[in-house]
């Protein structure tokens, strides 16, 4: 069972880059479920309602957030409807929303769990024991589990993926924007990637106008950040599941950009 993970899609440079690579991806990986984070996708801010009615009518099945879920209002007014979009998990309880979900194919599912890391991010419930919790509850149900841990150390998202080593499908990070080329199988047959990457503006920084981002850190006084526009590049990760077991057999990175280099 494959699986397409791509990273978090940044404004409407990153919408546009879906919108090319998308269509060329399913031809060449044919992936049974594609997943996305999307919590930079509205203006760099959180995701709107015409926002995800669009990332799924291009053939995404679930979508994944993180710490920027709450920047766009209008979420509160969907976000207990959409069954196909998770937040994290160990937000406080009763936050509006889930933090994983079933999403249901013809012949099969997938449950999708987002959790957030709480190095250099705001204090939230332990990711650890939430992970465990949740992962106990859905493979009542499916042995296809794929966790997006949106986090900002490299070594929490590290230890998130040994932590779950053989008790998920999958744990892949985002947040960071940045692919890391640590893609692999883990002992106990979890497939990992520390960050998967990012999907939107190519020559800003992190997928905001670079002369802003380098002026607060030349200055340190307060500067409004925009998402940059120009070209995008595109990251995601392929995941092969083994179907009798759900444990990975293959991850590959995905990493493309606008003048068409395609690295894999
Ligand atoms: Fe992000
Ligand atoms: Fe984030």
């Known amino acids: 069972m494959r699986i397409l993970f791509i990273g978090d899609i940044v404004g ?13 991806l399913k031809v060449k990986y044919n992936p049974k479920w594609i997943v996305a984070n999307g919590e930079n996708a509205a203006a760099g801010r959180g995701i709107t309602s015409a926002i995800t009615k669009e990332i799924f009518e291009l053939g995404v099945h679930g979508i994944t957030m ?53 190095t250099f991010l705001p204090p939230l419930d332990c990711p650890f024991d939430k992970a465990l919790e949740i992962v106990e509850q859905v493979k009542k149900r499916t042995k296809f589990v794929l966790v997006d841990f949106h986090a900002e150390a ?6 998130m993926g040994w932590h779950l080593d053989g008790k998920v499908s999958a744990v892949v990070g985002t947040h960071t924007h940045v692919q890391t080329n640590d ?19 190519r020559d800003g920084i992190l997928g905001m106008e670079r002369t802003a981002v380098l002026q607060k850190f030349k200055t340190q006084l307060p500067v409004r950040f925009v998402v940059d526009e120009g070209k995008w590049h595109f990251h995601a990760v392929c995941i092969d599941l083994d179907p009798s077991t759900g444990l990975g057999q293959r991850i590959q990175l995905i990493r493309m950009d606008e003048d068409g280099v395609l690295l894999e």
């Open 183 to 201: 893609e692999r199988i883990l002992p106990q047959g979890t497939a990992f990637v520390t960050d998967v990457g990012m999907v939107g503006p």
């Open 66 to 118: 993180g710490n920027h879920t709450w920047d766009q209002k209008e979420i509160f007014d969907f976000i207990d409807k959409e069954e196909r979009m998770v937040r994290p998990a160990n937000f406080p309880q009763g936050t509006p929303g889930r933090g994983f979900t079933i999403l249901k194919g013809k012949d099969s599912e997938l449950a999708i769990v987002n959790l957030q890391g709480r």
């Open 154 to 159: 490299t070594s929490e998202k590290i230890a």
């Open 12 to 24: 409407s440079v990153g919408r546009k880059a879906l919108k090319t690579c998308l269509p060329k």
